[in-house]
């Protein structure tokens, strides 16, 4: 007979071959107790009425059965399942006004995250991971936040699948047209410098989302910020995308790491962008990276990229960019709504504003000096900055945010 037997809370279980025609449960016990496994010990068989002349048969054991047997003298083992967590549903569930039904959005979105009790839970701090303290920020009601596009798997992959296709017939087309072999050589070497640069701050912010997907304590504000980093990953390689297409016609495309690690331009951002991806507060990234990083960054990039392109005889970078931007334009809106679920918090707004104030305060007039830095590599004005310094005052000051001070020109920026 084949038995398979293990020490409860120790080892995985091992195969025992038991001689004879209705082997006993001491003929079991002696071939375990003989094992490395037991080092020694000796062990009982954990089976009501298991005594040393009852045959295995007897106890209803087969041929290939899994037993389990402990060291006579220690505790037995807690078998029994764990308790399932005492999760109040109807204090989470999304209030639903008379008999609306849940649209898709809703019904796929809901109540996917993690709810206290957790079976992790222990003295060691680094188990604390779901917690009230994953944040500095307060909300009395998590699960409150909607993102305002309303996406959700099916839907996002639909439309970014739009999106990668009309791109990808963009690159087509320029390969068809000969068109990298034509583009100035002037633009061919700003390009050079800037599109593999490029890829790193975005890819610095798909890092980011990664971690306030992971700790977020709401599924609606992990299913955004997951999207968010998804986004960013496809910024990324289209820039690198763009650097691989001229690199088959120009040369000097191939690494890009030491113009993100040395050249000057590159390095206010590079600095933010570490700063923005080691803050483990993931509310606090959420903000920084979303509300006042990203929207003058991109603005930066922007004009990078696309002053002058079309009279240089590249057309495929700008259309690249609005694809790219049109994403940017739904993290900027997930991210307010976000900001304004914490400062319209009954009993938290006020904590929320002065904290958030004081993130603003500091990276502010940084991320804006950095983007003039990084825009005016392409002689690019201030100007390009009006509109996402706009957008940025106006989420703060309806939130009752006061919009700090900033310098405004390269000239002011270097003095």
Not at 140 to 153: C, G, N, V
Not at 287 to 314: K, R, Y
């Amino acid at each position: 007979m084949l038995i398979y037997s293990r020490i409860m809370g120790e080892a995985a279980p091992e195969a025992f071959v038991l001689a004879g025609d209705d082997p006993t449960v001491a003929d079991l016990l002696s071939r375990v107790g003989a094992a490395r496994s037991a080092q020694g010990r000796v062990v009982e068989l954990l089976v009501p009425g298991a005594a040393p002349t009852t045959t295995l048969a007897d106890l209803g054991i087969t041929d290939g059965a899994l037993v389990d047997v402990r060291a006579i003298g220690e505790p037995v083992p807690d078998t029994s399942a764990p308790a399932k967590p005492d999760i109040d549903i109807e204090a989470i569930r999304m209030p639903i006004n008379g008999s609306r039904r849940l649209n898709e959005y809703e019904e796929a979105t809901r109540l996917l995250q993690w709810h206290a009790p957790y079976h992790i839970d222990g003295e060691r701090p680094a188990h604390q991971v779901w917690t009230s303290d994953s944040t500095a920020l307060r909300c009395t009601d998590w699960e409150a936040y909607r993102s305002p596009d309303k996406l959700y798997y099916r839907t996002y992959t639909t439309k970014q699948s739009r999106a990668g296709r009309s791109v990808a017939t963009a690159f087509e087309f320029a390969a068809a047209d000969a068109q990298f072999g034509s583009v100035t050589t002037d633009r061919v070497a700003l390009l050079r410098n800037v599109l593999g640069p490029l890829q790193y701050p975005d890819w610095g912010l798909c890092v980011t989302h990664q971690h306030t997907t992971r700790f977020a304590l709401s599924s609606w504000i992990a299913g955004a910020t997951s999207f968010m980093m998804f986004d960013e990953l496809r910024h990324a390689q289209l820039y690198g995308r763009l650097a691989m297409a001229y690199g088959e016609h120009h040369d000097g495309f191939d690494d890009p790491a030491p113009a993100w690690m040395e050249d000057s331009v590159f390095q206010p951002t590079r600095r933010l962008v570490e700063e923005i991806m080691a803050t483990l507060d993931w509310g606090k990234a959420i903000i920084l990276a979303d509300i006042v990083f990203e929207p003058l960054h991109t603005a930066a990039a922007n004009a990078l990229l696309t002053a002058g392109s079309l009279a240089a005889g590249d057309s495929l970078t700008p259309f690249v960019c609005r694809s790219i931007g049109e994403d940017k334009a739904r993290h900027r809106e997930s991210a307010a709504a976000f900001l304004r679920l914490l400062t319209g918090d009954e009993v938290h707004a006020a904590h929320n504003r002065e904290l958030i104030g004081e993130w603003v305060a500091d990276l502010l007039p940084r991320a804006h000096s950095a983007a003039i830095e990084l825009g005016g590599a392409c002689g690019g004005s201030a100007d390009v900055f009006a509109e996402p310094l706009s957008w940025i005052s106006s989420q703060l000051e309806d939130c009752d945010i006061t919009t700090p001070a900033m310098l405004s020109t390269p000239e002011e920026v270097s003095a």
